[in-house]
T-cell receptor, first 113, second 114 residues
Framework: DQQVKQNSPSLSVQEGRISILNCDYT??????FLWYKKYPAEGPTFLIS???IKDKNEDGRFTVFLNKSAKHLSLHIVPSQPGDSAVYFC????????????WGAGTKLIIKP | DAGVIQSPRHEVTEMGQEVTLRCKPI?????LFWYRQTMMRGLELLIY????????DSGMPEDRFSAKMPNASFSTLKIQPSEPRDSAVYFC????????????FGSGTRLTVV
C-alpha cells in the first residue's frame, strides 16, 4: 500500500512558467513533509520541507503548500528554469515511526526552452 | 565536507558472484541508511544504523543481503550470491539525527548483475 503517491510520472513545462508538482498521502499521522530533487547519476538532494503545523513554506523560487484535510501537498517552482529539470521526490515522516521517510515514486520535470 | 562517499560508482558482475558496496557517511552524522532504487519499486529503505548499530533491517529483501557498520566512518552492503534482479542503483545516506531534517545522499552505486 503506497502511503505517499506522486501520480504524475512526468511533467513538461515551458521555461519561465510555473511548475506544479503534486503529492498525495494516506497516513494522517504524517507530520513532516520533504521534497527532494534528483539529477541523473546523482543522489537525491534536499530541496524544501514543511511541518504539518504550517500550510505554506517558501524558499526563493520554491514554495510548498500543504492541505491537510485533502492529504495533499504541492511544490510550486516559479519561474521554472532549465536547471530545474530533474526528478522530484516527495517524502513524508511522522514521530511515531521514528521519522522514517516514506517516499513517493517521483515525478520527472522537464523544462522546455 | 566531501559529503557521503560511495564506491564503486558502477559495478558489473556475473550472477552468483559476491558484491560489496561501500559507504563513508558525513563525519558526525549518527544515522546511516542504505536505499535501493528501481524503476518498479522506486526508493526502498533496506536498512539503517544508529551509532553503528543496525536498528531496522526489515527492508533487506533476502538473506543474500547483509550490511555492516564496523565504525562511524564506514559501512558496507554485501550481496552474496548476486542475482540479475538485484540490478539497481544503491544509495547510502546519512543524517545528523533521527528527526525530520532530511538526509544527505551519496551519488549511488549502479549495480548490474548479468
Amino acid at each position: 500500500d503506497q502511503q505517499v503517491k506522486q501520480n504524475s510520472p512526468s511533467l513538461s513545462v515551458q521555461e519561465g512558467r510555473i511548475s506544479i508538482l503534486n503529492c498525495d498521502y494516506t497516513n494522517s499521522m504524517f507530520d513532516y513533509f520533504l521534497w527532494y530533487k534528483k539529477y541523473p547519476a546523482e543522489g537525491p538532494t534536499f530541496l524544501i520541507s514543511i511541518s504539518s503545523i504550517k500550510d505554506k513554506n517558501e524558499d526563493g523560487r520554491f514554495t510548498v503548500f500543504l492541505n491537510k484535510s485533502a492529504k495533499h501537498l504541492s511544490l510550486h517552482i516559479v519561474p521554472s528554469q532549465p536547471g530545474d529539470s530533474a526528478v522530484y521526490f516527495c517524502a513524508a515522516s511522522d514521530m511515531d515511526s521514528n521519522y522514517q521517510l516514506i517516499w513517493g515514486a517521483g515525478t520527472k520535470l522537464i523544462i522546455k526552452p | 565536507d566531501a559529503g557521503v562517499i560511495q564506491s564503486p560508482r558502477h559495478e558489473v558482475t556475473e550472477m552468483g558472484q559476491e558484491v560489496t558496496l561501500r559507504c563513508k557517511p558525513i563525519s558526525g552524522h549518527d544515522y546511516l541508511f542504505w536505499y535501493r532504487q528501481t524503476m518498479m519499486r522506486g526508493l526502498e529503505l533496506l536498512i539503517y544504523f544508529n551509532n553503528n548499530v543496525p536498528i531496522d533491517d526489515s527492508g533487506m529483501p533476502e538473506d543474500r543481503f547483509s550490511a555492516k557498520m564496523p565504525n562511524a566512518s564506514f559501512s558496507t552492503l554485501k550481496i552474496q550470491p548476486s542475482e540479475p534482479r538485484d540490478s539497481a542503483v544503491y544509495f547510502c545516506a546519512s543524517s545528523l539525527n533521527r528527526g525530520p531534517y532530511g538526509y544527505t545522499f551519496g551519488s549511488g552505486t549502479r549495480l548490474t548483475v548479468v
